[in-house]
């Protein structure tokens, strides 16, 4: 699986002013990156290389800092098949890790979130073969909420089937955990991105990559329409360790 997977998490500690959240994590620990990474490994094989991307733009804050030198060690002593990258700011942390990866696919998943019993696939194998074998399908999301055509998955919404395996066919992208065909990132939602002005009011990439999102870029969601949630948003403001 590490020739052909690479899984890209976006961490922070202090989040963006932009992002309007309320309530900053108590303390600078990696149980929330250790506890994701191995519930990831229930599917995927644990070495991988992950890419811990790490939005370091408030780096004159100490606790940031504590909390970059606590990853480090994280990986020394517990993931050697890791690595930090420090972006800088909010949009970098969701574009640069995926543009370091060398595999034909990567895995996005941000540092709080876990699959649940509705992802029934027992490997991520499962779903990368069926991709190998249809080259049109680009993306694979998997959902927070059971498939319906609701907000931005309302403006297209079509059931198929891959080998077997049902899906919605959208015509929307969500920076929600996903499985991305790495040459595609590069040669269409990354040509849109380098070309974006910037809107200070849309910093997130994934208004300008759903403006321009078409059919013809195989973006699909695990599952048919119904289908329960597969994976759960754990809160990492908020989240302890129990």
């Not at 500690?13 to 519930?39: A, F, M, Q, V």
């Not at 992802?119 to 694979?140: G, H, K, R, V």
């Amino acid at each position: 699986m590490k020739d052909k997977l690479t899984v890209i998490t976006t961490t922070h500690h202090t989040p963006s002013d932009r992002l309007n959240i309320k309530g900053i994590r108590s303390d600078t620990k990696t149980d929330l990156l250790e506890y994701i990474w191995e519930d990831l490994t229930k599917k995927i094989d644990s070495d991988v290389r992950w890419i811990i991307s790490l939005d370091y733009e408030k780096k004159d804050n100490p606790a940031v800092v504590e909390y970059k030198e606590n990853i480090e060690k994280m990986i020394e002593e517990k993931c050697p098949n890791a690595e930090l990258y420090l972006a800088d700011g909010w949009r970098s942390n969701m574009i640069d890790g995926k543009n370091m990866v060398e595999t034909p696919y990567f895995l996005f998943w941000e540092h709080d979130w876990v699959f649940t019993e509705n992802a029934t696939f027992d490997s991520l194998n499962y779903l990368l073969d069926i991709m190998d074998n249809n080259p049109s399908m680009n993306y694979i999301r998997f959902n927070k909420r059971a498939n319906s055509p609701v907000l931005g998955d309302k403006k297209f919404f079509n059931q198929t089937q891959f080998d077997g395996q049902g899906f919605v066919h959208i015509k929307n992208w969500s920076n929600n955990p996903h499985i991305c065909r790495k040459s595609f990132w590069d040669e269409t939602p990354m040509e849109v991105l380098k070309h974006k002005v910037v809107n200070p009011k849309h910093m997130s990439t994934e208004n300008d990559l759903t403006t321009n999102c078409t059919a013809d870029w195989g973006c699909y969601l695990y599952g048919t329409q119904h289908h329960h949630s597969s994976v759960e948003h754990l809160n990492g403001n908020k989240w302890v360790k129990k």
